[in-house]
């Protein structure tokens, strides 16, 4: 129960920080406004990593068992910043969100079954609907 409510707050985190986010490059630009959120994020760990130098140690012993690709998540992440703040710019918090939960869930059904996981039909038919939700308020916004 706990690993839902985690969830479930990280969302409600993710929209929060897309926002404000979006709000800094809006004043900025959006390539200083994603510098300055993880300038700002490098800065917090530095400090953490002073109060808690063994997570340090042992995140660097272990460095050399990480594969290359698994960097990529760093650049990956700077580019989803960037992303979010064009379309924050164009489209509201909901349609923006709405759009990026329909993305992750298709991506981690890709996921799900390259790893050999069996994609049911109830996970299909909830995609169908958020996608279907979507494209009619889509609809809906665009006649008015």
Request: glycine share 8%; hydrophobic share 55%.
């Amino acid at each position: 129960m706990i690993y839902l409510i985690l969830a479930f707050f990280t969302g409600v985190i993710l929209v929060v920080q897309m926002y404000m986010n979006s709000q800094l490059s809006a004043r900025l630009d959006s390539f200083n406004g994603v510098f300055y959120n993880y300038f700002i994020a490098v800065i917090l760990f530095l400090l953490y990593f002073l109060l808690k130098p063994d997570l340090f140690t042992t995140g660097m012993a272990r460095l050399s068992t990480a594969d290359t690709w698994m960097f990529g998540g760093g650049l990956i992440g700077i580019l989803v910043v960037i992303l979010c703040n064009f379309s924050f710019k164009k489209l509201s918090a909901t349609y923006t969100t709405s759009l990026i939960i329909l993305g992750q869930l298709i991506a981690a059904i890709l996921i799900d079954r390259y790893f050999g996981i069996i994609i049911g039909t109830k996970e299909i038919t909830g995609i169908l609907m958020i996608a279907s939700g979507i494209a009619y308020n889509s609809y809906i916004t665009s006649r008015s």
